[in-house]
């Protein structure tokens, strides 16, 4: 019986082990999915975390966006109401009756003007009375720069133009210290408006004029024949109407007409084939002296006058006044009516043009000497005088009074070198450069 009762104990002691087994192994399987369970709910945190920091970085880029939106939308908002009120002041004055749908446009004529709005009305009096009768044909724009709203009123308050305004908040970074900055302006101003009328309102041609100048009687007329002139030679970049030796004691002969190695700028005309080719390369700053450059304007001229058809009466602007008393106040504007459409203006074009200016320098009478003024002034009829160098011609140029300016290269009105001009009577001086002559294919004499 005590060894019934010692196997009795075995089993009961076995039965109690088997379920501590099961229990110990429940509890194993439970820590471990426990644990993998945590592990999960720790990677799942780190993947929150990394999402939730991504999160972060992606709405402190959009509040950037929405910041610029913000900006973006004010000032669109602003040239919304801007546009609004131009096309109510359009509707108001009936734009529909300006300008004729048969009358195809020989060019559009823009003023630029900026905060001087004394200057802009003296400017568009001038244009009205004379273009009047060639409304359709030179369709008026007003470009202002900026949001002076004393220019702003004067130009709408006109019928008879086109009122734009160009709003530019982009900080003008000068390329060096001290540079003004209207200079950057004044250029950025001019690519838009262009922009806008050759790409937007589909015009051919535009006629550049500032808002401190008035027109000769024939302006349009002068225009309307140099179109022609531009459409047929391409060697011409542009028609000006100005002449930078245009002082009264420089000229005589209203009807006579150069070519010029160098821009005029003060009233030109441009065709839309030059502008998509300036257009995508517009400088930043000092465009005129820009066009001015070899590598710009690539062996094209321009057609100049002798009498000037515009008169440039701002004394204060941009330029401070620069050269205003001594090349700017005297120059004569013209009084004349010339009749352009019967005038033959063939001998403009290139191959004619440089026989027909070659012959005027040949039958020329050369002059020698450190007193060339002097002499040139005893002898009747044309007259030429030799310069050496840059220095020479500035030396030679002081003693008459014209202008003594290079740029890259080339003299003010210059052709070939030769700058011409009348001295107190209808005798023509030219001043002859070093390789002029042969430039012309005349013989040294």
């Not at 020989?106 to 273009?131: F, G, P, W």
């Not at 922009?195 to 550049?208: A, E, G, P, T």
Request: aromatic share 14%; hydrophobic share 40%; proline share 4%.
């Amino acid at each position: 019986m005590g060894k019934w009762w010692r196997c009795d104990i075995r089993y009961l002691l076995l039965l109690a082990v088997i379920p501590f087994i099961y229990v110990q192994m429940r509890l194993f399987g439970t820590q471990t999915d426990y644990a993998d369970r945590l592990a999960a709910a720790v990677e799942a945190e780190n993947h929150c975390t990394s999402q939730t920091r991504l999160l972060i970085d992606q709405i402190s880029m959009q509040q950037g966006r929405i910041v610029a939106l913000e900006e973006e939308k004010m000032r669109q908002d602003q040239e919304c109401r801007q546009l609004r009120a131009l096309v109510q002041d359009l509707e108001r004055k009936d734009l529909k009756k300006l300008i004729s749908n048969v009358q195809v446009p020989v060019a559009a004529v823009v003023v630029m003007a900026c905060n001087r709005a004394d200057y802009l009305e003296r400017t568009i009096k001038s244009i009205l009375k004379y273009q009047k009768s060639v409304a359709s044909k030179f369709p008026l724009f007003i470009s202002q720069d900026g949001s002076d709203p004393n220019v702003k009123n004067r130009a709408l308050s006109y019928d008879q133009l086109t009122y734009m305004q160009h709003l530019d908040y982009e900080p003008v970074h000068p390329d060096r210290p001290g540079e003004l900055i209207a200079y950057y302006k004044i250029a950025r101003h001019y690519k838009w408006a262009l922009d806008q009328l050759f790409y937007k309102h589909n015009f051919s041609r535009v006629i550049i004029l500032e808002d401190d100048m008035e027109i000769a009687p024939d302006f349009f007329a002068y225009f309307e024949a140099g179109a022609m002139l531009l459409d047929s030679d391409k060697s011409i970049m542009a028609i000006s109407s100005w002449n930078d030796n245009g002082q009264k004691q420089f000229v005589q002969d209203p009807y006579a007409l150069y070519r010029s190695d160098f821009f005029p700028g003060l009233g030109w005309m441009l065709s839309i084939s030059t502008w998509d080719e300036l257009s995508p390369k517009w400088p930043k700053a000092y465009w005129d002296d820009w066009l001015r450059q070899k590598e710009n304007h690539k062996g094209r001229q321009f057609v100049r006058p002798e009498v000037c058809r515009t008169y440039n009466f701002g004394e204060h602007g941009s330029s401070l006044g620069q050269f205003f008393k001594q090349y700017l106040k005297p120059i004569k504007l013209n009084d004349v009516q010339v009749d352009w459409k019967s005038m033959d203006l063939s001998y403009l074009t290139e191959d004619k043009y440089v026989k027909h200016f070659a012959e005027l320098v040949k039958n020329a009478k050369p002059v020698y000497g450190a007193d060339a003024v002097l002499k040139a002034y005893n002898i009747d009829g044309d007259v030429r005088i030799q310069y050496r160098d840059q220095m020479d011609f500035e030396f030679i140029a002081r003693q008459f009074g014209i202008f003594e300016e290079w740029k890259d290269g080339i003299p003010r009105a210059s052709y070939k070198g030769v700058v011409v001009f009348r001295y107190q009577t209808p005798r023509r001086v030219f001043l002859v450069g070093p390789d002029s002559l042969q430039l012309l294919g005349i013989g040294r004499t």
